[in-house]
């Protein structure tokens, strides 16, 4: 039995300005600070001696390697991504960067979303991707428009009671 998988589908490479300032401080932050520390550590923990019973070493390697992949996936990401300046010109209709509110038809219950790139989802603060089945299903919607979404727990029936963008200057502007 073969353990071949399809490649997973493409993510979109759009971000929002303060999106694409995070993932460069990230970048940032790990080559210049964590990195050096973790191979300062690693190098006195390869110092102790006997390599193959050294737990510190071994973390500290895994540790290294985790910062590399990452280091890595930034470095090949951040040039193909475009940033979305601005709103639309149509600020009625939900687009990549809108702010909705959407009410759960079957349960009253009202939601919070802000549809953004793939690569600054958040679901504490209410940031869902471009590429996840609930944006795509409202993309284009206005307010008091019905949509269903299917989602991997069923369908959703929602109905859209807000659309709103970020004013030019606040810190979550794309």
């Known amino acids: 039995m073969s353990r071949w998988r399809p490649p997973p589908p493409r993510s979109t490479a759009i971000i929002t300005r303060a999106g694409l300032a995070r993932l460069k401080a990230e970048l940032d932050e790990l080559w210049h600070r964590r990195r050096p520390e973790v191979v300062r550590a690693l190098a006195a923990a390869a110092a102790e001696g006997d390599r193959s019973e050294n737990a510190e070493y071994t973390y500290r390697k895994k540790q290294l390697a985790e910062i590399d992949r990452r280091v890595r996936y930034l470095g090949k990401r951040i040039p ?63 307010k008091d428009d019905v949509f269903s979404a299917d989602l991997p727990g069923g369908t959703l029936q929602c109905e859209v009671r807000d659309v709103r963008y970020p004013a030019p200057g606040d810190e979550d502007y794309s």
């Open 80 to 142: 193909v991504l475009r940033v979305a300046d601005g709103a639309p010109q149509d600020r009625q209709a939900i687009f990549f960067g809108a702010w909705i509110e959407l009410e759960n038809i079957a349960t009253g219950q009202i939601l919070h979303y802000r549809i953004v790139g793939p690569d600054e989802t958040d679901a504490r603060q209410g940031h869902i991707s471009i590429d996840a089945p609930l944006a795509r299903a409202a993309l284009g919607k206005r």
